[in-house]
């Protein structure tokens, strides 16, 4: 179960995720509303936890544009006590509310209790076949014409996101924070030595792909 944490805060972010990461929660986390826009576009966010008051895109508006593509449950952090900042962020999409300082405790209880309303959202296929190529998320394995192609962990890992999000542009940045985590952005580069791989395992001719596609000046995608 993946949850997305984003607040400015870099001591609080790190202590929640911590504490979700000891409930066996995933966390991918980002420090600005631009960033929550860009990472709430992984399919596999089941629940967002929102501060606020944030650089570049504060968290109510990244709440209303995030409700434009997702409805996964989303919980907001303020140091604000005002009833009218709460009704602000439930009239932009919020479902829960928290006012810092809060005890972790009850973040998690709220975690839970929302998770399990949002129990009835749709299960993903677990087999998806494109042309030669056929990807099990419950095996973790991928196919190329009936054939094992031996992909390592995180080959998989983005296999999977481009192969679920057929011709959406993804960036080198955007993933890295799906993929690896927001604090691997530095090793830019890992995510071209990834693709190259995956190339030189599913494609037929690696410098002439068919599926994994490379927009150039933006990022890679698959083409369906």
Request: hydrophobic share 40%; charged share 30%; net charge negative.
């Amino acid at each position: 179960m993946k949850i997305l944490v984003v607040d400015d805060e870099e001591v609080l972010v790190k202590g929640i995720r911590f504490n979700l990461q000891n409930d066996g929660y995933q966390v991918v986390t980002g420090a600005n509303g631009r960033e929550a826009i860009e990472l709430a576009h992984d399919p596999e966010v089941r629940l967002i936890v929102l501060d606020v008051m944030m650089p570049e895109i504060d968290g109510l508006e990244a709440c209303r544009r995030i409700r434009e593509f997702s409805d996964v449950p989303i919980i907001m952090l303020t140091a604000r006590t005002q009833d009218m900042d709460k009704l602000l962020g439930f009239e932009h999409g919020a479902d829960d509310y928290l006012t810092k300082p809060f005890n972790i405790l009850e973040l998690k209880a709220r975690i839970r209790a929302l998770l399990r309303r949002s129990g009835g959202y749709e299960q993903q296929k677990s087999r998806i076949t494109v042309g030669a190529l056929t990807v099990d998320t419950q095996e973790r394995n991928v196919y190329k014409n009936g054939v094992p192609a031996e992909l390592t962990a995180r080959e998989f890992d983005v296999v999977e996101l481009l192969i679920r999000n057929p011709n959406r542009v993804y960036s080198r940045e955007n993933l890295l924070d799906l993929i690896w985590g927001y604090e691997y952005r530095s090793d830019i580069r890992t995510v071209d030595v990834h693709i190259r791989r995956i190339r030189e395992k599913l494609e037929t001719v690696p410098a002439e792909p068919e599926y994994f596609m490379t927009k150039w000046g933006v990022g890679y995608y698959f083409k369906a």
